[in-house]
């Protein structure tokens, strides 16, 4: 069993930026890859972004690349993702998952390859 917190959400203007965190919990041993996902109302949760855990290999969706950064910090068994230059269609509730052992080797995008969701945390851009 993993336990996710994300945190570090918040109402910022266009332009603006923050750092949002997960921190893992629990049997994280075996992580292969973590994942950031967002859902803004009336849409279906959409990847974002996704870091491999041991390597630190990263991956992006492209509506993100550029503006968004992925790490994690092992010791501290906590992911980050670093939104700069947010835009209103940013606009969402941010969720953090590990993804499932039986994809280990590859990286997925899609929601149903992770597990252990957080609670998520709310990012609102102002126009």
């Known amino acids: 069993q993993v336990l996710l917190v994300e945190s570090g959400g918040g109402l910022v203007q266009a332009g603006g930026s923050l750092r949002l965190s997960c921190v893992a919990s629990g049997r994280t041993s075996s992580t292969y890859a973590m994942g950031w996902f967002r859902q803004a109302p009336g849409k279906e949760r959409e990847f974002v972004a996704a870091i491999t855990w041991n390597i630190g290999s990263t991956y992006y969706a492209d509506s993100v690349k550029g503006r968004f950064t992925i790490s994690r910090d092992n010791a501290k068994r906590t992911m980050y993702l670093q939104v700069n230059s947010l835009k209103p269609e940013d606009t969402a509730v941010y969720y953090c998952?590990?993804?499932?052992?039986?994809?280990?080797?590859?990286?997925?995008?899609?929601?149903?390859?992770?597990?252990?969701w957080g609670q998520g945390t709310q990012v609102t851009v102002s126009s």
């Open positions: 998952a590990v993804q499932r052992p039986q994809y280990t080797g590859v990286v997925r995008t899609t929601t149903r390859a992770y597990d252990y």
